[in-house]
Nanobody, 125 residues
Framework: VQLQASGGGLVQPGGSLRLSCAAS????????VGWFRQAPGTEREAVAV????????YCADSLKGRFTISKDMAKKMVYLQMNSLRPEDTAVYYC???????????????????WGKGTQVTVSS
């Protein structure tokens, strides 16, 4: 599976961004795709995850209500809509994928075998 993230940039506090992850490769029937982020000096953390078939989603508790993950199966795209952005949301955002992942592991970065290059999101006035 190849993944390509895009859509990052500089945004003011309170603004919105939508990140896109383009996926390609083998069949996706048992694929899980997630967004993770990593700020300087911190560990990579899960943001939101979606199961390709069925659409089960996971979102970090601290981000619920502001961040939403979605997918377009026809385009093989996964999106992360980020609203009400805060300076602490500044990080490199990565999309990642795994096959046959159980829900309890959705938020565990080491469970993912495929990673795209990150896209920088900077929230600053």
């Amino acid at each position: 599976v190849q993944l390509q993230a895009s859509g990052g940039g500089l945004v003011q506090p309170g603004g919105s961004l939508r990140l896109s992850c383009a996926a390609s490769g083998r069949t996706f029937s048992d694929l899980v795709v997630g967004w993770f982020r990593q700020a300087p000096g911190t560990e990579r953390e899960a943001v939101a995850v979606i199961r390709w078939s069925g659409g089960t989603t996971y979102c970090a508790d601290s981000l619920k209500g502001r961040f939403t993950i979605s997918k377009d199966m026809a385009k093989k795209m996964v999106y992360l809509q980020m609203n009400s952005l805060r300076p602490e949301d500044t990080a490199v955002y990565y999309c990642a994928a795994a096959f046959r992942l159980i829900y309890s592991n959705f938020g565990v970065p080491s469970s993912y075998s495929y990673w795209g290059k990150g896209t920088q999101v900077t929230v600053s006035s």
